[in-house]
């Protein structure tokens, strides 16, 4: 074997994987904040709200989302434009409030948590009932 590789070192590089180092997802870089108002549905969701009852009522045995999903697609995709509208007009209506609501939450954003919003109700009542009941003093017990 004059200047080459042998098997071994050929078969060693192949399995050599190059990983990358895994990713934190956008997910857990960014917190998802409860308050934050749900995005709206298109109108095919709001077509697929009102067909889902209707196929459950034709096909009360079918218990596959897959199955739904599916038939709702077809049907939709069949539908004309004028019969598309009013989940088009409903999907728009709901977009308007979206945005609205948007603005709202943006601004309360801008002008920053306020001092009693960092602590809850319930944490302030219970050091308060520890402070009370830790003073000694009787003035609420008194009845008479």
Sequence with gaps: MK???SK???KSSKLAVNKKP???SKAAAAAKDPNKPKRPSSAFFVFM???RQTYKKDHPNNKSVAAVGKAGGHKWKSLSDTEKAPYVAK???RKVDYEKNMKAYNKKLEE???E???ESDKSVSEVNDEDDA?????EEEDDD
């Design 22 to 24: 895994a990713k934190a």
């Design 8 to 10: 071994a070192d050929t």
């Design 112 to 114: 920053g948590p306020k």
């Design 91 to 93: 999907a728009d209506t």
């Design 49 to 51: 709200e009102d067909f």
């Design 134 to 138: 830790d003073d000694g003093s009787d």
């Design 3 to 5: 200047g080459g590789k």
């Design 116 to 118: 009693d919003e960092e």
